[in-house]
């Protein structure tokens, strides 16, 4: 596609449920960044692939958070055992090549993740 | 200390006024990205600079180097510049955002 695609747009799970959110970024972009953005505040770093391998998973905030991005181009993030507070937007992005020279970045829409 | 600060975190302002938008950075950079983030909307990539001055449309982009300083500045701003408006750095691995600035145009 033209851009980066997240799915879905929006997703209304239950505490405690098991949720997929996958990024289909630009073809050709070797680096993935998955962010998070709470309302009203920044993204939050979350994981940056280089290809197919995970370069920087700092930011996941438990072992509850997994990605993957088995052949270096779509990614899933997975989320166990959803708690309220996971609610957020999770964001994408991918660019052609990353770490310090990161070249022009591309976003998804993001998805809409809301646990009750 | 944030590795990247931004400067004022709200603004509001007057159609036609023009804007500044900080941000300063406590890392080495290759380049500065900033970001657009309209309400409810995704993230739109403004600019991406390394050295010197960037514009497009009303919108110019300036960064120095040596003082790790960037700023935005939107030339006869509009209501529709409101948005959320982020700059970004690449660290060693990870971009690291700053906290963003809301900015409010009124007509």
């Known amino acids: 596609g033209a851009g980066v695609s997240q799915t879905p747009s929006n997703k209304v799970t239950e505490k405690g449920k098991y949720v997929e959110l996958r990024c289909d970024p630009i073809s050709g972009h070797t680096a993935l960044y998955w962010y998070r953005q709470s309302l009203g505040q920044g993204p939050e770093f979350l994981i940056y692939?280089?290809?197919?391998?995970?370069?920087?998973d700092s930011g996941l905030p438990n072992d509850r958070f997994f990605a993957v991005r088995p052949e270096g181009s779509v990614s899933t993030l997975k989320i166990q055992r959803t708690e309220r507070g996971d609610s957020a937007v999770y964001l994408c992005?991918?660019?052609?090549?990353?770490?310090?020279?990161?070249?022009?970045?591309?976003f998804g829409e993001g998805s809409r993740l809301t646990v009750l | 200390k944030n590795e990247v600060e931004q400067s004022p975190q709200n603004l509001t302002a007057q159609e036609g006024e023009f804007i500044t938008i900080n941000c300063s950075y406590s890392?080495?950079?290759?380049?500065l990205h900033w970001l657009q983030q309209h309400p409810g909307g995704g993230i739109v990539s403004l600019f991406m600079?390394?050295?010197g001055k960037k514009k497009h449309g009303r919108l110019i982009a300036t960064i120095n180097i040596q003082e790790k300083h960037s700023s935005l500045h939107i030339t006869a701003s509009h209501p529709r510049d409101s948005a959320v408006y982020i700059c970004a750095v690449p660290g060693a691995q990870k971009l690291v955002f700053g906290q963003g600035t809301r900015l409010t145009i009124n007509p």
């Open positions: 890392v080495g950079i290759s380049a």
């Open positions: 692939f280089q290809g197919t391998g995970a370069a920087d």
């Open positions: 992005a991918s660019s052609l090549i990353g770490g310090r020279n990161t070249g022009e970045l591309f």
């Open positions: 600079l390394s050295s």
